[in-house]
Each structure stands twice: as structure tokens, then as C-alpha cells.
Nanobody, 127 residues
Framework: QVQLVESGGGSVQAGGSLTLSCAVSGYTSSSYCMGWFRQSPGKEREGVAAICPDGSTSYNDSVKGRFTVSKDQDNAEITLWLQMNSLKPEDTAIYYC???????????????????WGQGTQVTVSS
């Protein structure tokens, strides 16, 4: 069974930084792409950043140069990270971590809607 639990959300002023983490469980999870999505009120959920087993990464153009996705593995436990710098009010959203259910390339991950999802964590950036 795949489970994803996010933590690290909160409130910050524009220009500040936050780090999100996601504990990913599930046998062979290290063999699948993982990443982050976000959803603001009244908007569709959008892909933010992804990382795949080969180390490839992909970012939404709006966060390139400001956000960094990474992951650590300690035995069977995987932690997915999202370091967010130079935050802007438009980054305000609920952030969800996700794991792909099937093998795929990093290019497809951010457009694929049928991942395993975490419960989400709120990030609020004030101006």
C-alpha cells in the first residue's frame, strides 16, 4: 500500500523560503517518479516539480530557479523534498506530493492525473 504524508507548510512573507517534505511508503516506491503539485482556490491542480529514479527532474516554468526537488532514501523509507525560495504571493496554494502508479518519464509526470496523492499541506505567501 502506497502512502504519502506531507509536512512543512506554513505562512511566510514574499521573498522568504519554506521546505516541504513528504514521507513516501510502499514497496518499490523508489522505482517510480515522484513530485509535487499545487492547487489554488478556483484553479486547477498544476504540476510543480518532479524527480524520477534516474535522477532526472522537471519543473513548472513558474518555479524554475526558485524551487528544488530532491529525495532521500533510508532503507525502505523515502523522503521527498521541495525547497522553495524567493516565494511569491502567487505560490500560495495547497501543495500535494505524488507518486506515479506506473513507470513513466519525468516529462509526463507533471501532466499525469492518476498518481497516488498525499493529503496536502497549505502554503501561504503574503505580500
Amino acid at each position: 500500500q502506497v502512502q504519502l504524508v506531507e509536512s512543512g507548510g506554513g505562512s511566510v512573507q514574499a521573498g522568504g523560503s519554506l521546505t516541504l517534505s513528504c514521507a513516501v511508503s510502499g514497496y518499490t516506491s523508489s522505482s517510480y517518479c515522484m513530485g509535487w503539485f499545487r492547487q489554488s482556490p478556483g484553479k486547477e491542480r498544476e504540476g510543480v516539480a518532479a524527480i524520477c529514479p534516474d535522477g532526472s527532474t522537471s519543473y513548472n516554468d513558474s518555479v524554475k530557479g526558485r524551487f528544488t526537488v530532491s529525495k532521500d532514501q533510508d532503507n525502505a523509507e523515502i523522503t521527498l523534498w521541495l525547497q522553495m525560495n524567493s516565494l511569491k504571493p502567487e505560490d500560495t496554494a495547497i501543495y500535494y506530493c505524488a507518486r506515479a502508479p506506473v513507470p513513466m518519464t519525468v516529462i509526463h509526470f507533471l501532466d499525469y492525473p492518476y498518481h497516488y496523492w498525499g493529503q496536502g499541506t497549505q502554503v501561504t505567501v503574503s505580500s
